[in-house]
Nanobody
Framework: QVQLVESGGGLVQAGGSLRLSCAAS????????MGWYRQAPGKQRELVAT?????????NYADSVKGRFTISRDNAKNTVYLQMNSLKPEDTAVYYC?????????WGQGTQVTVSS
């Protein structure tokens, strides 16, 4: 079982920045990949960004956040980050941390991000 705890959400004006953190209870280098998803009210949960556990960490981003968001990891701290710049009102959502192991998948509780116009 892997526990994931997100932090860093909050209220920010359009154009601002936030950095989300996801602290894992397991060694993240043992996981296949970690990522961030988001769910806005009335919408399905969608992928934001993922990073693999391979050397160098291959990344993948949703088209809507490319060039604005950056996912990174710190294996020593078992933490994954999502740096969000140039935030837009449409980025408002609950952001969830996700971890994939060879045998299972885990989710955090989520952290609210609200971007005001």
């Amino acid at each position: 079982q892997v526990q994931l705890v997100e932090s860093g959400g909050g209220l920010v004006q359009a154009g601002g920045s936030l950095r989300l953190s996801c602290a894992a209870s397991a060694r993240i280098f043992r996981l296949n990949a970690m990522g961030w998803y988001r769910q806005a009210p009335g919408k399905q949960r969608e992928l934001v960004a993922t990073i693999t556990s391979t050397s160098g960490g291959s990344t993948n981003y949703a088209d809507s956040v490319k060039g604005r968001f950056t996912i990174s990891r710190d294996n020593a701290k078992n933490t994954v980050y999502l740096q969000m710049n140039s935030l837009k009102p449409e980025d408002t959502a609950v952001y969830y941390c996700n971890a994939v192991s060879p045998f299972s998948e885990f989710w955090g509780q989520g952290t609210q991000v609200t971007v005001s116009s």
